[in-house]
């Protein structure tokens, strides 16, 4: 793979379940880079991988937390300043959501309905100490199908590793494409 295709690469990662990371990669099928020689672009490239896949683990890490209510990994995963974005389209027009860190956790902690919030086949762009994780998510509440839309997080690489700057989402409640992970529970 030359220079130019390096740096046009999206990398996907499929969650097919929470547990499971698969790499989809720039690699082409039967491509053994182990035996390649090492360049600058290679090594870009790994290190590139290396980072894609910490940043996946932590938009899995952060959706595990959210449907377990853990308000303490959240506040790990956050950066101080985080907010939350979110558009609602309804029929008297787009109705839009700002929470800003503290609130989101203070919900989070109070919130006493279960739900759960899944993603799959995130896209991940990394460049240098910023990211950014695209996925479709659904949206389950105690036990019943509640909308889907798609999950935007940013992440910035701190002193102390990734943080979620923000995240941006839409609310859809019509026409949800069903999920390749099936129905939760089952």
């Known amino acids: 793979m030359g220079h130019s295709e390096l740096q046009t690469c999206r990398t996907t990662v499929t969650l097919f379940s929470f547990p499971f990371l698969i790499l989809m990669g720039c690699a082409?099928?039967?491509e053994d880079r182990a035996g390649a020689d090492a360049t600058v672009s290679d090594a870009s490239a790994?290190?590139?991988?290396?980072?894609?896949?910490?940043v996946a683990r932590l938009a899995h890490d952060f959706m595990e937390a959210l449907s377990?209510?853990?308000a303490e990994r959240?506040?790990?995963?956050?950066a101080p300043q985080a907010a939350l974005f979110s558009i609602r389209e309804g029929e008297s027009g787009p109705r839009y959501s700002v929470r800003h860190r503290?609130?989101?956790?203070?919900?989070i902690?109070?919130?006493?309905?279960?739900?759960?919030?899944?993603?799959?086949?995130?896209?991940?762009?990394?460049?240098?100490?910023i990211?950014?994780?695209?996925?479709?998510?659904?949206?389950?509440?105690?036990?019943?199908?509640?909308?889907?839309?798609?999950?935007?997080?940013?992440?910035?690489k701190m002193e102390e590793g990734w943080k979620?700057?923000?995240i941006t989402y839409n609310v859809v409640q019509e026409s949800c494409p069903p999920s390749p992970l099936g129905s939760p529970g089952g």
């Open 28 to 30: 082409q099928p039967g």
């Open 46 to 54: 790994v290190a590139s991988s290396e980072a894609e896949l910490e």
């Open 68 to 70: 377990s209510r853990d």
């Open 74 to 78: 959240l506040d790990e995963l956050l």
């Open 102 to 107: 503290e609130e989101f956790l203070g919900g």
């Open 109 to 129: 902690a109070e919130r006493q309905t279960e739900f759960l919030e899944r993603i799959w086949e995130p896209v991940v762009e990394v460049s240098g100490r």
């Open 131 to 156: 990211a950014m994780v695209w996925a479709p998510y659904d949206f389950h509440m105690q036990g019943s199908f509640s909308h889907c839309g798609i999950d935007v997080l940013a992440f910035l």
């Open 164 to 166: 979620v700057t923000s």
